[in-house]
Structures are given as C-alpha cells and as structure tokens.
C-alpha cells in the first residue's frame, strides 16, 4: 500500500491544461514565432547538409514566388485556385464531415468544363456557352459530392474512406476521356483546347488573364464567410458539428443539412475545375488539381475553417510551393530537399496551435513535493 506521500511525488514535472480563447493578436504571435523558430532551424540544417548560405537560399525563396511581375501574378493565381478548394472543404470540416474527396470533385467539374467546350465549343454562342460550361461544372461537382453524403446521411458510411476513393474513380474517368479526346488519337493528351477560337475560355481583364479567376475567389470568400457566420444554414452546420445528438433535439434535419453543405462543398469544387480548365490551363488532365484536394486540407484546418483567414493560410502554403520550386533550380538542389524545408516550416506552423490551445507548464521537483 503505497502512502499519500509516495502519490503526490510521482506528480508529472510538466503539466498541460487547456487554455482560454487567446487574444488575436496573442494567438498570431505565436504563429508567427513559430515561422521564425523553423527558418532557424531551417537554416542549421541548410549549413550542415549543403553548406550553402541560408540567407541566399531565403533570398532565392522570395525571388522565386515574387522576383517579377509575372511570378507575382502566377502566385496569386495559385492563391486563388487553392483558397478556392479550401473553401469548399469548409463547410464539410466545419460540419465534421470529413470530405477528403475534393481532388476528385474539382477533376468531375473540371472535365464536365472541357466536355462543354470540346462539344459546343463551334456550335454555340459565346455567351450561351460560357453558362452551359458553369452550369454544367457545378452540377457535376455537386453530384460528385453527393453520393458519399447520401451514403452517410442514410448508412452511416465512413466519409473519409467514401471521398477518398471518389477520387481514385474520378482521376480514371477524366484519364479514360482524355484518351477518348487525345489529339492525335492515341498521344493521351488533349493539348489546348480551342486553341484558335478560345471558344469557352474565361475572359481576360486587360493583359492579366488570371485577374477573373482571382476576382470570382475573393467574391467566394466574402459570400462563404457570411454563409458561415451569419446564416441560418450556417448555424445549423456549427450545431451538427458540435452534436448530432444535440441538433436532432432542437428539430434540426441532420440528414438534410448532410446532403445541403455537401452539395455546396462539391458545387464548389466544381467551380475551381472551371476556373482550371477555363481560366488557367485550357485543357484537361488527371493532374489538373494539382494534389490541391489534399493541400486544402490544411489551409482551412490551420485557419480554423475561418474563410478570411484561409487568404492568409493559402498565401503562405503557395508562396513556400513556388519558393521551393525556385531553390532547386538555382542551388542545384535535390526536389526533396525542398520538400523537407517546406515540411519543417508547416510542422512548425501546425505545432503552435498546440501552444495556442494548451498552456505548458514545468515545475521544479520542492514545488511537486511541497504539494
């Protein structure tokens, strides 16, 4: 029988307990020490293994997302296409709705845009084109979306699982349609789409062909925003991610609340595979999403599913992407180096939300025994 002496010396030294809300500017402090803290360690680890300067490698980082004009351009446009994706994950997460789908949800719309414009793209006018090409990649991100929340609204399927294999099935439609579409048959590559008459290509705004894409992005954020903070439907996607139990008692249709924010996260999507196709690349692919699905993911989990905040998440997320990619060309440098500095610096990044959440305090071995 062990004495209430021995109990209290076997007190842990480090004890965590939750915090309360930190103050903003608090909680952004501790982000931001937290990026200092890996460029540091960054830096340790560029002298050891590389033995190159890391301020010239941060120096190249920076010129390399934002050295000219074009490049500024080219990161805002990533910008836009990732915030996009994350906003459409948003009201799923924030619902507790794993949708991890969206990769294959922004492919369906992107193809349905392509379809549109390999199909119609002679035989009808601009401007009846154009709404056939949103309607038609809305819709086919919406279905996409639909059918794993129709499964867990009435099954209880697992989500996760359900949106990740969708994207597995959509990667082999759009990869079976891109063979069909080949030009030359058989090269597996579509190319350009309508590359003479830009039949069903968004417009330019004068010589800046991405500033719609971002234009459309910012209007989504302000209207998903609002969505989610001052909507009825809003509200009841915070009550169902907080308590299913809990919003069925106060008379809230979970089932369709499910299937609703699920429909909106496709139709979403699907919007970012017409900004894909339409606006950036003109053509089709099974890596037109680039893995932005996935990367979204992040971006909104770091900004708390807060939809202003994701400008900022994604900014950084790109700006790192386009940095890294610059570092390997100019340094001669493994592609997998620069994935392992990326790496270190969002580790450090989704580390202080530890902090920000919980409060770490240490105590000397009297203070434990004086207890």
């Given at each position: ?39 540091v360690v960054c830096a340790v680890i560029i002298v050891l293994f590389t033995g190159d300067n890391p301020f010239a490698i941060y120096g190249t980082m920076i010129k390399g997302a934002v050295g000219t004009s074009r490049r500024v ?299």
């Amino acid at each position: 029988m062990k004495t209430a002496g021995e109990k209290l010396k076997r007190e842990p030294l480090v004890h965590i307990s939750k915090r309360a809300a930190l103050p903003f500017w608090k909680s952004w402090l501790i982000r931001i020490l937290s990026i200092v803290a890996s460029l540091v360690v960054c830096a340790v680890i560029i002298v050891l293994f590389t033995g190159d300067n890391p301020f010239a490698i941060y120096g190249t980082m920076i010129k390399g997302a934002v050295g000219t004009s074009r490049r500024v351009w080219n990161l805002m446009q990533n910008v836009a296409m990732l915030l996009c994706v994350s906003l459409a994950v948003t009201p799923a997460f924030k619902m507790r709705f794993w949708n991890i789908g969206a990769e294959g949800q922004v492919l369906m719309g992107g193809l349905a845009t392509a379809a549109c414009m390999i199909l119609f793209g002679n035989k009808l006018p601009p401007a009846l084109l154009m709404l056939v090409i949103i309607a038609a990649s809305i819709l086919a991100g919406a279905i996409w979306a639909l059918i794993p929340a129709i499964f867990k609204a009435f099954w209880n399927t697992n989500e996760t699982l359900f949106t990740l294999m969708m994207n597995y099935i959509a990667m082999q439609i759009v990869a079976y349609f891109v063979y069909i579409w080949s030009v030359p048959k058989g090269s597996g590559k579509i190319g350009v789409i309508n590359a003479t008459t830009n039949a069903g290509w968004l417009p330019s705004i004068g010589h800046n062909s991405y500033l719609l894409n971002i234009i459309i992005v910012a209007v989504l954020t302000v209207l998903v925003y609002v969505y989610l903070k001052y909507s009825k439907h809003g509200y009841e996607i915070s009550v169902v991610g907080e308590s299913e139990n809990t919003a069925k008692y106060i008379g809230i249709n979970v089932k369709k609340v499910i299937i609703r924010t699920m429909l909106l996260s496709g139709a979403l999507c699907g919007v970012a595979g017409l900004l894909l196709v339409s606006g950036t690349d003109h053509t089709i692919t099974r890596d037109t999403a680039g893995g932005r699905g996935f990367t979204a993911i992040m971006v909104s989990w770091l900004a708390k599913f807060n939809p202003l905040y994701m400008v900022l998440t994604a900014l950084l997320i790109a700006f790192m992407q386009k940095g890294a990619t610059e570092i390997s060309t100019v340094f001669g440098l493994n592609d997998s180096f620069s994935d392992i500095i990326t790496g270190i610096i969002i580790f450090f990044i989704i580390g202080s939300e530890f902090f920000i959440n919980y409060a770490v305090k240490f105590r000397s071995h009297k203070e434990v025994e004086a207890k």
